[in-house]
Each structure stands twice: as C-alpha cells, then as structure tokens.
C-alpha cells in the first residue's frame, strides 16, 4: 500500500490516463512491462521517454516494446541527460513510430490525445511531468543550476 511519486503513479488529466514511472534500467522496464500488463492491460498509446546519457537505452526500449509501438523522445532539464535525437535513433532502429520533443512539457503536449500513455525512463523525466500536470511544485534552485549548466554546454 506505499506510494512513491513516479513509480508507477497512475494519474487522470483532462480524460488522460496515463502513468509516470521513473524506471531507467532494462530490468526496471521489464518489471513496469509486467505491472503495465497487470494494471492497464491494453497497449500504451504512447510511451513518452527521456533517459541519461550513462544508461541502456536499447536494452530499455526493447523492453519496452511489447506495449506500445509509438516512442515520443524527449529530455529531462538535466545536463545528464540523452539527447532526444540519440533516443529516437535508438527506438526507430527498433521500429517504434517516433516524434522527437524538446521538452517533457512539449512531449506531453504531443501526446494530449494519447492515452493510456506512459511517461518513463527516468525519474527526472516523471517528475517533469509531474510538475507539468501541477501534481509537485518546481524546484526553481534546481531549475536554475541546470539551466546555467545546459546554457554553458550551448544548449538554449
């Protein structure tokens, strides 16, 4: 009966539903998978994901695959984090339908219609989404330190 934000947190937004896991490795996938089948049953819609540049991102999307055939790669605020492109590399190589979004909040806006979704790959990617949907308020501290950071790496 515990609840942790972003591990496997259903929420409803605007008729959505969706769920926010923080999963970020291949097993983590394939025990969302697991539960995905459990608790949703049908196919994600889409599956909206950002994941740090240090992880798996191949072995994770593969796991991903059996429950949704369409990826919307996106990045956390994180200087740690993929580029969406090198995700959507990755998941259109595997065949999933892909769409590219510079931002969780601009993932989302994608994917208004799709539901169920799910939002995963990292717990920076769930938190995000979490704070798009006003479910946490922002960090603004740690807003601003990765934005100077991402500014520094020319990023915009």
Same mark, same amino acid.
């Given at each position: 009966?515990?609840?942790?934000?972003?591990?496997?947190?259903?929420?409803?937004?605007?008729?959505?539903?969706?769920?926010?896991?923080?999963?970020?490795?291949?097993?983590?996938?394939?025990?969302?998978?697991?539960?995905?089948?459990?608790?949703?049953?049908?196919?994600?819609?889409?599956?909206?994901?950002?994941?740090?540049?240090?992880?798996?991102?191949?072995?994770?999307?593969?796991?991903?695959?059996?429950?949704?055939?369409?990826?919307? $790669?996106?990045? !956390?605020?994180?200087?740690? @984090?993929?580029?969406? /492109?090198?995700? *959507?590399?990755? +998941? %259109?190589? #595997?065949?999933?339908?892909?769409?590219?979004?510079?931002s969780v909040a601009a993932a989302l806006?994608?994917?208004?219609?799709?539901?169920?979704?799910?939002?995963?790959?990292?717990?920076?990617?769930?938190?995000? $989404?979490?704070? !798009?949907?006003?479910?946490? @308020?922002?960090?603004? /501290?740690?807003? *601003?330190?990765? +934005? %100077?950071? #991402?500014?520094?790496?020319?990023?915009?």
């Amino acid at each position: 009966s515990a609840r942790w934000p972003g591990r496997f947190e259903r929420v409803q937004v605007n008729d959505q539903d969706m769920v926010l896991d923080g999963a970020h490795t291949p097993a983590a996938a394939r025990a969302l998978v697991e539960t995905w089948r459990a608790e949703v049953g049908a196919h994600a819609k889409a599956a909206i994901v950002g994941m740090g540049g240090d992880k798996d991102v191949g072995a994770f999307l593969a796991e991903l695959k059996p429950i949704t055939p369409r990826l919307i $790669a996106t990045r !956390a605020s994180s200087p740690r @984090a993929a580029t969406p /492109e090198a995700i *959507a590399d990755v +998941a %259109a190589a #595997l065949g999933f339908e892909v769409e590219v979004a510079p931002s969780v909040a601009a993932a989302l806006r994608l994917a208004r219609d799709e539901s169920p979704l799910l939002v995963t790959g990292s717990l920076f990617i769930a938190g995000e $989404a979490r704070e !798009a949907f006003g479910l946490a @308020a922002p960090d603004l /501290e740690w807003t *601003a330190i990765n +934005a %100077a950071h #991402l500014v520094g790496k020319g990023a915009p």
